[in-house]
């Protein structure tokens, strides 16, 4: 059983900066890649970033291109989203997947398993 607990979320000013974690377990980390989304209330949840298996190629949204940065430390088996200049639309609970693709992806289906969520809240 694969087990994916985020953590890192809080509530942060506009322009400021948040680094979420997700520390995996219960498959071989190294061989899949990751994936980071967000739902926002009353919205669909939405692709953020994707990272591969090696941490080579990594992809983004639009909306957060530029700002966000996934990284990866398959020594840890956890896997990174640093966020800087926040904006109080990034406002949503974040949600880190597993999918046993080893290319990143942004298909939500692709992803088989995913975390708890964190709150992650930019006041303007």
């Known amino acids: 059983q694969v087990q994916l ?14 680094r979420l974690s997700c520390a995996a377990s219960g498959r071989t980390f190294s061989t899949y890649a990751m ?5 926002a209330p009353g919205k669909e949840r939405e692709f953020v970033g ?15 291109k530029g700002r966000f ?21 990034d406002t949503a609970v974040y949600y880190c997947a597993s999918t046993k693709l080893p290319i990143a992806t942004m298909t939500l289906n692709s992803y088989d398993y995913w975390g708890q969520g964190t709150q992650v809240t930019v006041s303007s």
């Open 5 to 18: 607990v985020e953590s890192g979320g809080g509530l942060v000013h506009t322009g400021g900066s948040l």
């Open 69 to 89: 940065t996934i990284s990866r430390d398959n020594a840890k088996n956890t896997v990174y989203l640093q966020m800087n200049s926040l904006k109080p639309e």
């Open 35 to 39: 994936g980071w989304f967000r739902q």
């Open 50 to 64: 994707a990272i591969d298996w090696s941490g080579g190629s990594t992809y983004y949204a639009e909306s957060v």
